[in-house]
């Protein structure tokens, strides 16, 4: 049996010990320390905006403060992207409040313009204007956050960037996680820059950082005692983690300069075959990392469905995934409100992510090819 290509790996650049090794000998073994200000630093720089960055225990940590910073309470009522991972909507209820479900267009795959002002306007209708907005940049793609940020503003609602798969992303030369009121990072094992766990806040604002990272550390008033006058997380990131941050981010340019060449390598391939379609970028403003590169399968076209390659790059040894299910169709979360059509749910039934990591070698492109060429 041929080693295992996965869908996307850690890929370290080779510096990343060297930090690591710098926190071990520092002692600086905690949630705070110098690699975490280097870190956010590093990420303050490229993102540029005038933005602020907290760097925390995951992603979906970032997304619940953001939530609280944003006001959301019991009972409140968020629009959040249906056709994303669970985590851009989990957090919506660990406050309490409800999510409520709109669809995609077809273009990005991300959150419909159309459908997200149809849904505020009937909740405000029904008396229940919702307190926040959560675009996700799904795979890397940006949103049309122009659009998407002019209802935003319209409606005076808090706009949060889920970002987690979109780091070095950009929207007319615009980092992805910059246009919003917060923005959302991912630094999960699977993400184009890893810290094996972690993720970041993004705001523009200092005193709002202040209070995320306040929060994200139990809350602890200042006092020489322990005193507490709100509900505190434990959501900051270590030091010993950062390191590894600090190292990946040497690498970030690279590495999505390489996700970028998977994602021509499958669009040369698919390109003479009939009914593949590769998700790709709708016009020139639209700049992807191509985290992960998907496909569409008409199977009364090809003869053969996205779950059949997906069986069969398995048998192969090679891991490939369906597109996210939509969070209005999870059954945690079917007596939720959704907006919208049926494009999240065709996307979930006829698309699959194909391997995408920077790490893939022409080798194992070799073998992708071969496997796909034998369904064909």
């Not at 760097?55 to 009522?77: F, N, P, Q, W």
């Amino acid at each position: 049996m041929q080693d295992k290509i996965w869908l996307s790996s850690p890929h370290m650049g080779g510096t990343e010990q060297k930090y690591v090794q710098e926190a071990f000998e520092t002692n600086w073994i905690a949630p705070l320390g110098p690699h975490v200000n280097g870190f956010e630093l590093d990420l303050k720089e490229y993102l540029k905006e005038d933005t602020e960055v907290a760097c925390l225990s995951s992603g979906t940590a970032a997304l619940h403060l953001a939530l609280i910073l944003a006001g959301v309470k019991s009972k409140d009522e968020v629009l959040c992207q249906s056709f994303t991972f669970s985590a851009s909507a989990n957090p919506i209820t660990y406050q309490g409040a409800k999510p409520i479900f709109i669809d995609s267009e077809k273009d990005t795959w991300n959150m419909c313009p159309v459908a997200l002002e149809e849904a505020i306007l009937a909740r405000i209708a029904a008396g229940k204007k919702p307190k926040a907005i959560i675009v996700v940049h799904l795979y890397g793609m940006p949103a049309k956050i122009d659009e998407i940020l002019k209802i935003a503003k319209k409606y005076s609602i808090v706009l949060i960037e889920d970002s987690a798969e979109a780091l070095g992303s950009t929207y007319k030369g615009q980092k992805c996680g910059t246009f919003g009121d917060f923005g959302i990072l991912s630094f999960n094992g699977n993400k184009i820059i890893t810290t094996s766990g972690g993720g970041a806040l993004v705001t523009k604002n200092l005193e709002i950082k202040a209070k995320a990272v306040f929060l994200a550390t139990q809350a602890r008033d200042n006092a020489p005692h322990y005193q507490h006058s709100q509900i505190g997380y434990n959501y900051r990131m270590s030091n010993v983690l950062a390191g590894i941050g600090i190292g990946q981010m040497e690498v970030l340019d690279k590495h999505v300069e390489l996700r970028r060449k998977n994602h021509q390598f499958y669009e040369s391939f698919f390109n003479d075959v009939a009914g593949v379609t590769v998700f790709k970028e709708p016009t020139r403003d639209f700049f992807s990392n191509h985290w992960l590169s998907c496909i569409i399968i008409d199977s009364k076209i090809t003869g053969f469905t996205s779950e059949e390659l997906r069986l069969k790059l398995e048998k192969d040894n090679i891991e490939s995934r369906p597109l996210w299910k939509p969070m209005h169709l999870q059954p945690v979360f079917k007596d939720c409100q959704y907006f919208g059509g049926n494009v999240a749910e065709t996307l979930f039934e006829t698309g699959l992510c194909l391997p995408s990591g920077s790490n893939l070698t022409d080798i194992d492109r070799e073998r992708i090819s071969k496997s796909i060429r034998e369904i064909l």
